[in-house]
């Protein structure tokens, strides 16, 4: 029977875990100098190696002849854990065990010294889905153990732990695996399962997988179905992504506030089936990376999660200002955080689009600032330069300082009135400013009140 790739590589010694030798090298000291803790705590995102490592240390300590803290995987122990037929390591699932009847169960039956094995283990996953008396229960045994008793806990949400129980626990946090180091095992993997993977296409599962070595096996699984050679174009093509050359050309049309491109180039990704919402998702990733670039040029280049070379992300955020920057970030990422809700996401992320495009459909004060950014530049493209347009010009600015005053907009007013009553030049330009304006401050008024 077929078995998924994730599952038929999972590590069986600490030197093949992926990514956490901080945590390897401890566990393998202590084993090999006989100093192991009667309970432990493993923390960390999902698919860094929690469940794994809690697998090998439950040999290790049981392990008839290990090898520098390692288990041998050879003596009848090793064999009998590998195929988890020994009731001397028992797994529990706290999410569906979370009551105090099963921990009290546990209790009782922990007491009594292993059938067959050195220590008894009990790796308890998701411990965090505990109920609070089923924590109070675990809390005596979990503090004064048998010798032979050993507990190791694993969580992903290490906040809704008591500290009761981590102050009984030697805690261990597993950091996200970082792309190279999947990358690599990616490669490792698939030249022994016979997948034809590129160096590219491991590259781009490494980067989707978010630091978590299962979810990349997962993809790679997906993925080897897809004829020929299993390069980054296949990948996004089996996967419905569009690529960071297609998202590329999204932010442009974005930047360049070109409506009806984006919205063609849209409808052309989703004909030819790629996911709306993941296509929000790498737009928010590509904003965000040039966000970063623009407030921390200097060392912001390692935030970046190295998709796109620092030559496009400049490319596309020199000209324009962080304030904007920030509203496409937020509008892509509250967007998407609305489609799982959605019944027609399809239309939502066109008017999200319609929005980036042109900030003054928004309604709200972003709305404001990219309608007085636009009077702005104005001025500065103007054919006369005089002190009244100097003037009018820091009138603009102290309005968008206090533009939800009414009377300072009364006094902005008054101050424009006056330089149009003293123009030569440029009287129709500044009458037009000055009805803009006006409108624009009757809307802040509005939205004020």
Known sequence: MYQALYRKWRPKVFSEVVGQEHITDTLRRQVAEGHTAHAYLFTGTRGTGKTTCARILAKAVNCLSPVDGEPCGRCEACRAVDAGTTLDITELDAASNNGVDQVRALREEAVYTPAVLKKRVYIIDEVHMLSTPAFNALLKILEEPPEHLMFILATTELHKVPATILSRCQRFSFKRILPRDMERQLLHIAQAEKIDLTADGAEILSRMAGGALRDALSLLDQCRVAEGQLTSRAVLDVLGLAGSVQTQQMMRCILDRRTP???????????????????????????REMTILKAAPEGGSALLSGLYD???????????????????????????AALPDSFQPRTDVELCLLRLCDESLCGDLTALSARLDRVEANFFFADTFNNNL????????????????????????????????????????????????????????????
């Open 261 to 287: 491109d984006a919205l063609l180039l849209l409808d052309q990704l989703y004909r030819s089936g790629k996911d709306v919402s993941a296509l929000l998702g790498e737009l928010s990733d590509l904003a």
């Open 310 to 336: 620092t030559k496009t992300l400049t490319g596309l955020s020199g000209n324009v200002s962080m304030q904007r920057l920030l509203y496409l970030t937020e509008t892509l990422q509250g967007t998407r």
């Open 390 to 449: 100097v003037s009018v010009n820091c009138c603009l600015k102290s309005f968008r300082i206090f533009h939800l005053y009414r009377m300072r907009i009364s006094k902005v007013q008054g101050q424009l009135l006056a330089c149009l009553s003293s123009s030569v030049t440029n009287t129709v330009y500044f009458k037009n400013l000055l009805i803009t304006l006006s409108n624009t401050m009757d809307h802040v008024v509005d939205q004020g009140s």
